[in-house]
């Protein structure tokens, strides 16, 4: 079954530099979430999309932004990048039936010299 | 805020042996549901089992069981049979039904088996 493609796997960037993280969702899945993982840490959410439009948000820096296209793809651009942005970044999906579960995607690993 | 709670950091279990996994969360919502997340060294997050909160049946996936305790607001975990790929740490997670839904994490319990 195909599931949820995040690219890149591995990005490293240096201070101040700008960073775009893609997220190919489940195909039919018109839902996707963005969470990040510092090291040692539990997954906190950031931000989620359903059909295009922005449904939540959490604790994410006003340095990121992101959005969903008409492919259902979503992108998370974080600039002016900080050491402590350093971290797993996981895109979920979810269908359109809210009972339906979550499902993720391998992670970007983001490291920020 | 709902928060969840998972208050051993790190279990051990010897292979073939039953482990059992703590939660606890705070809500004042009736409607919800919670899963058990496996994330293994590769760091994919794997979904474990589901519980929804309307439900009074614990669910079950094979080796995986959990006791769902709706009025203590506990959710725990037991793994059965217990297998070196079962080595990995276990996020609980909470979602509120309605809304975005966006999931809730504990802090985790790393698990380790012994052969």
């Known amino acids: 079954a195909a599931g949820v493609i995040q690219s890149p796997r591995h990005l490293i960037k240096e201070k101040r530099e700008t960073a775009t993280l893609k997220c190919y969702p489940i195909?039919?899945?018109?839902?996707v979430y963005w969470y990040q993982q510092g090291p040692g840490q539990d997954p906190q959410f950031l931000i989620s999309?359903?059909?295009?439009?922005?449904?939540d948000k959490g604790s994410i820096p006003d340095r990121f932004s992101a959005q969903q296209f008409s492919d259902y793809h979503s992108e998370l651009n974080m600039s002016s990048l900080e050491l402590g942005d350093s971290a797993l970044y996981f895109c979920?999906?979810?269908?359109?039936?809210?009972?339906?579960?979550?499902?993720f995607g391998p992670g970007t690993r983001l490291l920020v010299l | 805020a709902q928060t969840v709670t998972q208050s051993q950091p790190e279990m051990s279990v010897q292979e073939a042996e039953t482990v059992t996994l703590s939660c606890t969360y705070d809500?004042?919502?009736?409607?919800?549901?919670l899963f058990w997340y496996k994330q293994p060294p590769s760091r994919q997050m794997i979904l474990v089992i589901r519980?929804?909160?309307?439900?009074?049946q614990n669910a079950t996936e094979n080796r995986f069981s959990v006791n769902f305790q709706k009025a203590a607001k506990s959710f725990s975990l037991k793994i059965s049979d217990s297998q070196l790929g079962d080595a990995a740490m276990y996020f609980c997670?909470?979602?509120?039904?309605?809304?975005?839904?966006?999931?809730?994490f504990g802090q985790g319990t790393r698990l380790t088996i012994n052969p």
């Open positions: 195909p039919r899945h018109d839902t």
């Open positions: 809500t004042s919502e009736s409607d919800y549901y």
């Open positions: 519980q929804e909160a309307y439900k009074q």
């Open positions: 999309f359903y059909e295009k439009m922005q449904s």
């Open positions: 979920a999906s979810r269908g359109t039936d809210p009972s339906e579960t979550q499902y």
């Open positions: 997670a909470y979602i509120e039904v309605g809304g975005a839904q966006k999931l809730v």
